[in-house]
């Protein structure tokens, strides 16, 4: 039997609820393919299916299961945009590719939500929606200079203002909202073993329980060492994120890697949910320190944000969390709090994604 370094997944309330992992297997030997992704998150199992889909011979590295990471734990929000606004975009990158980095971004959660529905994925997804708000002034204005841009842009989004905020959320706390349409939900870890599955289907080879070694050039392609085999390739795709290693040199000080926690009630009554969250779009607030929240289809109230620098496994490391949706809601004062976790996410200093071609290929 292979021995391999693979963690077991952390607790959740996504790995309680997600349809199972598709099998994944250690590598066994070495072997070739066209291109080979080091990482099994969203970024290198959609990568590795779409390049499935037109026919390339793709093989993944996951050094525990797919959606192991950020991916499998994340707040489970499918939001429209960059962090900066459309403007500030366009005024970055100039007009031309900064006109199609707003509307790349912007588009995103339906490309999403259309994936799932042509894989078949199984994942809780709907699209209900996001509430981005404000709870100051200087907030407020910087959510109403959003809508205006999207709004301008022809695209569905309304701005809320405090008696309709307090409508849709069920607390007086908000000043401001901006309610964009495109958004949603899901439950990440089964839309990663979703993207998984589909990969698998088309023909990509998906290898759990797989650290990555070294990188090293072999002839005009890549040689990627593990300690169960060499997988050699033309193409070679680094997609760690906050769990980058120093396999490549330097790429892991080009971001800095966050805590998020999350904490999770048990299903909550019809009626709590209509009175907090009757649309059921996901919520994120602006400013120094925020929280986000929404509600998945079993009625439970899924709260994160910020996290100490380790790992939690249970609510009870994050009553800053529970006592605040305490303050929201009064009437969640008494619930239960059944699950609470964490997670390691990439911040860069610009707050963009970064893509990087540190060499060809």
């Known amino acids: 039997m292979l021995q391999t370094s693979a963690l077991p997944l952390p607790p959740s309330l996504y790995a ?25 998150g969203f970024t290198g199992l959609s990568a590795a299916l779409h390049l499935a889909e037109k026919g390339v011979d793709v093989v993944v590295l ?26 500030q975009v366009e005024a970055d990158f100039g007009a031309d590719l900064g006109a199609r980095m707003v509307a790349l971004s912007g588009e995103a959660p339906n490309f999403v939500f ?6 078949q994925i199984f994942c809780a997804a709907l699209q209900s929606g996001t509430l981005r708000t404000a709870i100051s002034m200087r ?30 959320t069920g607390t007086s706390r908000y000043r401001t909202a901006m309610l964009d349409r495109r958004g949603g939900q899901v439950n990440p870890l089964g839309f990663a073993r979703g993207l998984a599955q589909a990969a698998m289907r088309q023909g990509a080879a998906v290898y759990g329980g797989t650290s990555v070694r070294r990188v ?43 805590s998020s926690a999350i904490a999770a009630t048990g299903p909550l009554p019809d009626a709590v949910v209509q009175a907090i969250m009757p649309v059921r779009s996901a919520l994120y607030e602006i400013g120094s320190v925020t929280v986000y929240y929404r509600f998945d289809p079993d009625n439970r109230l899924l709260i994160g944000g910020r996290s100490v620098q380790r790992d939690v496994v249970s609510p009870d490391a994050l009553h800053y969390l529970t006592r605040y949706a305490a303050q929201l ?16 996410l990439a911040y860069t200093p610009d707050h963009y994604p970064h893509i990087h071609e540190p060499a060809g290929g």
């Open 139 to 168: 907030g407020g204005r910087e959510v109403a200079a959003s809508a205006e841009q999207w709004m301008r842009r022809g695209l569905p989004v309304s701005l809320l203002e405090r008696d309709d905020v307090a409508t849709a």
């Open 62 to 87: 996951e050094a525990h299961e797919p959606g192991w990471g950020a991916s499998g734990r994340n707040g489970g929000q499918v939001n429209p945009g960059l962090k900066h606004d459309p403007d």
């Open 114 to 119: 259309d994936l799932i529905r042509r894989q």
């Open 329 to 344: 809601w009064p009437v969640l004062r008494d619930v239960r709090w059944t699950h609470g976790w964490s997670g390691r």
């Open 16 to 40: 309680d609820t997600a349809p199972a992992a598709p099998a994944t297997q250690p590598l066994a030997g070495d072997r070739r393919a066209s291109v080979v992704v080091v990482g099994g």
């Open 216 to 258: 090293r050039k072999a002839g005009g392609g890549w040689a990627v060492e593990t300690a169960s085999g060499v997988v050699t390739a033309e193409k070679l795709i680094l997609a760690t994120n906050g769990y980058t290693s120093d396999v490549w040199p330097g790429l892991r000080r080009s971001l800095v890697p966050l």
